[in-house]
């Protein structure tokens, strides 16, 4: 699933090609696409009728264009999911689900999703401009509303692992497995130790260096493992060539040396270095 750095290069190609542009038929097809709107596609697209996209939005991983009104377009990319901008003329993708004419007669904004985990659905939004459906995902580290020090001391009370705290979308948004296992390996911490057992300040290193390592991410256009993540333009990104941790079992670390080791955590695959980021005594998850 893409992360915050994936969805942020979608969202500024959004704001470049769709911002201020008015929408005059929206073509929504099969009801997976839409099965976050209750009502369904028809309704779906009925409602996307004569809309003025007014902003191209993002908290952590989710993703939605502001409509002139009170709703928003919530859009979930799933494992797949591709917004792109296309001429209407060119050739329909096969598993595109929706297309989006605009009043300019320029090029169509199309959702395209492979293995259709994705989808749209319409959410009020808020007064702070956060749709509805989203208030309950905590701001990420890109965010001006992003208290660090709160996260820190939230995190410090947990007795869970570090790596499970920073899976958590409440806690902190737009950190993913890639990116939570690039932070510990630059923090040198192992994803199993507890955050209670950490101090504030090394909790809150481990929270600067996800930092770094996204908004480097985004400078290469983020982490591409899978050709179908693609930005708007349908170009892949390349951080995956500069990772440290995320994947490489069996090379050599970075750092050290030693042989880079590959452990399942919350159903995941993990990635440290033996040396580096030796286990907790205890070994436990919590």
């Not at 869970?160 to 993913?176: E, F, M, P, Y």
């Not at 951080?239 to 040396?257: E, I, Q, V």
Request: proline residues 6%.
């Amino acid at each position: 699933m893409p992360e915050l750095p994936e969805v942020e290069v979608v969202r500024r190609g959004l704001e470049s090609h769709v911002v201020g542009r008015h929408v005059t038929r929206a073509r929504i097809t099969g009801v997976r696409v839409a099965r976050r709107h209750d009502p369904g596609p028809a309704d779906l697209a009925a409602r996307l009728h004569d809309v003025t996209v007014t902003a191209a939005s993002r908290r952590g991983k989710y993703l939605w264009l502001a409509l002139d009104g009170e709703d928003a377009l919530i859009v979930h990319l799933g494992m797949s999911g591709q917004m792109l901008v296309e001429p209407a003329d060119a050739p329909l993708e096969k598993h595109c689900h929706a297309r989006f004419d605009f009043a300019d007669g320029g090029p169509q904004l199309r959702f395209v999703d492979q293995r259709t985990f994705g989808g749209l659905a319409l959410s009020p939004l808020g007064g702070d401009g956060i749709p509805e459906s989203v208030a309950h995902i905590a701001p990420d580290p890109f965010e001006a509303s992003y208290d660090q020090a709160a996260v820190v001391r939230r995190m410090k009370q947990r007795d869970s692992a570090v790596k499970r705290a920073l899976l958590d979308q409440s806690l902190v948004s737009g950190i993913g497995n890639i990116y939570a296992d690039e932070a510990l390996w630059r923090a040198k911490v192992h994803g199993e130790r507890l955050c209670s057992a950490l101090t504030k300040p090394t909790l809150a290193r481990i929270l600067d260096h996800a930092r770094d390592v996204m908004s480097e991410a985004l400078g290469h256009g983020g982490t591409s493992f899978d050709a179908l993540y693609v930005n708007v333009n349908g170009a892949s990104g390349y951080f995956d060539r500069s990772l440290h941790a995320y994947g490489r079992a069996g090379t050599p670390c970075d750092r050290c040396g030693a042989t880079m080791r590959r452990e399942q955590f919350m159903n995941r695959s993990s990635f440290s270095c033996p040396v580096c980021q030796p286990r907790p005594r205890r070994h436990r998850q919590s």
